[in-house]
């Protein structure tokens, strides 16, 4: 079926990105911009990509790397070489945005830097996601989301938030600060935009994955500094066949819980009458619905819950996510096709109104897309590309 946002404007028509990154952080930001309408080109080693080797893989084709890379085109050249990084630097002065992700300093020793580049494109926008940032002390040590995460202090807030039920932090497998690193690279790169629009002058952007973890950490940064007591912990209720979530922050939400529950006179119970007996009385109260959802299973808790207007949720798996309704009414997958058939991705979690926001159903083959790239903005001939092909400069 064609998306109903098919016959709106690319909001990003005419941007145009060379696209250095690899894994997720920055192929992560750079989908974004596909899904907007920018002409991403995704320039790859020789290898191609790491995750286009990860599972699940159908026909050698890797979903992992279709879901970050899906509308971007590809050329594979060899950096390490004088013509492939001459490539690139034919190709900069025709592009508004480059995005790279390796620690910092591997650009500059493939004279890929941003003086380098802005020397020859002085509206050039160029942003570096990396783990540290391109300063500091550690800005050149190796970093992955999962070494993030243990050095922003988010895997220690969360295993104290276990209540001593654990006794190291938890297994990691999600990888937020790649995320979060590439949804701040996202938006900074469509402020420099804006601010290219007002100046005419292109900017150096420095994403640290870091400080986007840190950010998050809101409430527990001040904690931190000033001894607040902690806040109450929304904690997974069980029910007969799974668990489900109940958050009634506001006196409104409480009493709409009691009612719910069939638990009227808790609104007159000495440890629950305000907000400030609740909170000192937080476990107490979640044990006491806890009783109660023992009796249902999560789909009826949430159902019952969900009647009396009380903030709830049942734990769903990631399958059953793939076919949740409000998912579904929302548009918040894409099916687009590889070289190993059909997948669904996930679009922009926004919608705009004048504009497409959803995956392109484009996923190229390791530097499918060089050689008309090359013939279009470079105006090669084919005994020329043939003769790069022919010396492992382009893949």
């Known amino acids: 079926m064609e998306s109903d946002q098919a016959h709106r404007e690319d909001a990003l028509a005419g941007v145009r990105v060379?696209?250095?990154?690899?894994?997720?952080?920055?192929?992560?930001?750079?989908?974004?911009?596909?899904?907007?309408?920018a002409d991403v080109v995704k320039i790859e080693s020789l290898e191609g990509d790491q995750v286009r080797a990860r599972p699940p893989l159908r026909d050698d084709a890797s979903a992992y790397f279709a879901h970050l890379n899906a509308g971007k085109r590809s050329?594979?050249?060899?950096?390490?070489?004088?013509?492939?990084?001459?490539?690139?630097?034919d190709?900069?002065?025709?592009?508004?945005?480059?995005?790279e992700n390796f620690r910092p300093g591997v650009m500059r020793r493939f004279g890929l830097d941003y003086e380098t580049l802005a020397a020859i494109n002085p509206n050039l926008i160029y942003c570096a996601i990396s783990g540290y940032g391109q300063t500091g002390p550690k800005a050149l040590a190796p970093a992955y989301a999962p070494v993030v995460h243990a050095a922003s202090g988010f895997d220690m807030v969360m295993m104290d938030y276990q209540n001593g039920a654990v006794d190291r932090p938890a297994n990691n497998g999600i990888f937020i600060a790649d995320v979060l690193g590439g949804t701040h690279a996202f938006g900074a790169i469509q402020t420099a935009l804006y601010q290219r629009e007002r100046t005419g002058r292109g900017q150096f952007i420095d994403v640290s994955m870091l400080e986007a973890m840190v950010g998050m950490l809101v409430f527990e940064t001040q904690q931190a500094q000033f001894n607040a007591p902690r806040r109450p912990l929304y904690t997974p209720l069980r029910t007969t066949d799974g668990f489900v979530m109940v958050a009634p922050t506001s006196p409104r939400n409480f009493e709409q819980l009691t009612d719910a529950v069939?638990?009227?006179?808790?609104?007159?119970?000495?440890?629950?009458?305000?907000?400030?007996?609740?909170?000192?009385?937080?476990?107490?109260?979640?044990?006491?619905?806890?009783?109660?959802?023992l009796g249902f299973s999560s789909v009826d808790a949430e159902a019952q819950l969900a009647k009396h207007g009380v903030p709830c949720g049942r734990y769903c798996s990631v399958a059953e996510v793939l076919e949740d309704p409000q998912l579904e009414a929302r548009g918040a997958f894409a099916t687009i096709c590889d070289g190993g058939g059909e997948l669904r991705v996930t679009n922009p979690p926004f919608r705009m109104s004048g504009s497409r926001a959803e995956a392109r159903n484009h996923v190229s083959t390791l530097g499918g897309d060089g050689p008309d790239l090359l013939r279009a903005e470079l105006g090669m001939d084919e005994a020329a590309i043939a003769g790069l092909r022919a010396s492992g400069v382009l893949g």
């Open 18 to 37: 060379l696209d250095f990154t690899i894994v997720m952080a920055g192929p992560y930001a750079t989908r974004m911009l596909a899904d907007l309408g």
């Open 91 to 99: 190709l900069v002065a025709r592009f508004d945005i480059v995005v």
């Open 262 to 293: 069939g638990h009227p006179e808790w609104r007159d119970d000495p440890r629950f009458r305000t907000n400030v007996d609740r909170n000192r009385n937080w476990d107490v109260l979640l044990g006491l619905v806890e009783e109660w959802t």
């Open 75 to 89: 050329i594979a050249l060899d950096l390490k070489s004088s013509e492939g990084v001459a490539i690139v630097k």
